[in-house]
């Protein structure tokens, strides 16, 4: 009797994301030169200097790991993004990207995840990409950051009914690197793909990288990619095989952050290394939250030889 019932309300999910699938046409690229900061959030402090800490979390539309948004209350939703804010503050990392962020939706509490997540978190900049919207929802992927973000791309992946359409964004940071001091400009991407079909994951992961392609700085790719790397043509196996990127031990059996699978990655450029990496046990979401340090490949002379080689090049001009 449960798993009919079960059986039933998932029929009944799949039908009501079907019917309020976006019908308009929407743009589905916009770019922007820079975000300003929420000056009414003062970010903490105690974020390390040296390297870049970064995280990535599937909000699950701020249901933690309940069935279903539209059976909570709006307390119920703040309670649980509360949740999710103490352990950002707990653990610091300086970006946080966001899949399955909710602004203002009507199944959801009526209010913005996203400004106030960084509100009760502290991140001053925040973007975020509105890649599924209805009358019921308005939700996408989203970039949290106690550092400045320029140079933002919101992208909406080709739709693929009847799912409802992922699509990513991306934004410019200075990374900090040694003990500070200096910095480099590296692309963060927050990206979900779809959960049903692995070629319709195939052809958003080529979308991502037609976006990503004219872009020359150092990258990181984080998010929920639905894809596991010994699945039967995965993915993420094509992505971090065939590009210019690479995951963190992606045969490991201890990173799994969707039940026992590793659904949620976080991918580098070869330029740059992790020096930490960990899936939190906290249930936060129906997803785990990845959490990573990375820092540049690069010994510190190399790096201070290219810093005064390009400023001195821009004083030039």
């Known amino acids: 009797m449960k798993n009919k019932t079960f059986f039933i309300l998932l029929i009944i999910n799949v039908v009501v994301l ?22 009414s959030i003062y970010a903490q402090t105690g974020y390390p200097d040296e ?25 119920t939703f703040k309670e649980n993004l509360d949740d ?6 707990q653990h610091k990392p300086h970006i946080v990207v966001l899949q399955e962020a909710d602004a203002s939706s009507t199944w959801s509490g009526s209010f913005d995840h996203v400004e106030y997540l960084a509100t009760q978190a502290r991140y001053p900049w ?15 992927t989203a970039i949290l950051s106690v550092l400045p973000l320029a140079e933002t791309i919101k992208h909406t992946f080709a739709p693929s009914p009847p799912t409802p359409n992922k699509g990513l964004v991306v934004a410019q940071v200075d990374m900090p690197y040694r003990d500070g001091s200096l910095s480099r400009k590296i692309d963060v991407v927050s990206v979900h793909l779809d959960f049903s079909r692995k070629s319709v994951r195939k052809k958003q992961i080529n979308e991502m990288k037609e976006i990503l392609s004219a872009r020359m700085n150092p990258t990181v790719i984080l998010g929920d990619f639905n894809s596991e790397w010994l699945a039967e043509a995965s993915v993420i196996k094509e992505l971090a095989t065939k590009s210019r990127f690479y995951a963190y031990e992606p045969e490991s059996s201890a990173y799994s952050s969707y039940k026992n699978k590793r659904l949620d990655w976080i991918l580098l450029t070869k330029d740059l290394e992790f020096a930490d990496y960990s899936v939190l046990s906290e249930t936060l979401s129906d997803h785990d939250m990845v959490i990573a340090e990375i820092r540049f490949k690069d010994n510190v002379n190399d790096l201070e030889t290219k810093f005064t080689s390009h400023t001195a090049q821009n004083n030039q001009h």
Request: with cysteine.
């Open 18 to 39: 079907a019917a309020c699938a976006t019908t308009e046409k929407q743009v589905r690229t916009v770019y922007s030169s820079a975000i300003e900061a929420d000056n």
């Open 51 to 75: 390297i870049l800490r970064v995280a990535t979390l599937n909000l699950a539309h701020g249901r933690k790991d309940g069935f279903n948004q539209l059976f909570f209350r709006k307390s």
């Open 84 to 89: 999710i804010a103490i352990v950002l503050n």
């Open 126 to 140: 925040r973007t975020q990409a509105i890649n599924a919207e209805s009358w019921l929802f308005s939700y996408g």
